[in-house]
Nanobody
């Protein structure tokens, strides 16, 4: 069974950090671009970051540039999203997704999705 599982979410104070993980089972991520998306209550899902299959190309939403870093460890079949200087507006459910294609921030291009992990930034 092909599956993506996110972990690492939680409650953090403004200015804090979290590292999200996206682990794959049932398939290897080596040939897949990975995207991180988020959805806050009452808002549409938005692309946060994406990384190519090789890890050589990354992209970020303007709202997270300079604060978030995406990386991957294909040997561990896992992709990470390091989130620093978190703000209350980063509060959302974060999803990872895999695309057998080039890295993109367009959710329609992604074939497999995780169940999401909640990130709450609040004092």
């Amino acid at each position: 069974q092909l599956q993506l599982v996110e972990s690492g979410g939680g409650l953090v104070q403004p200015g804090g950090s979290l590292r999200l993980s996206c682990a794959a089972s049932g398939f290897t991520l080596d040939y897949y671009a990975i995207g991180w998306f988020r959805q806050a209550p009452g808002k549409e899902r938005e692309g946060v970051s994406c990384i190519s299959s090789s890890g050589g190309s990354t992209n970020y939403a303007d709202s997270v540039k300079g604060r978030f870093t995406i990386s991957r460890d294909n040997a561990k079949n896992t992709v990470y999203l390091q989130m620093n200087s978190l703000k209350p507006e980063d509060t959302a459910v974060y999803y990872c997704a895999a695309a057998f294609a080039i890295a993109t921030m367009t959710s329609d291009e992604y074939d497999y999705w995780g169940q999401g992990t909640q990130v709450t930034v609040s004092s």
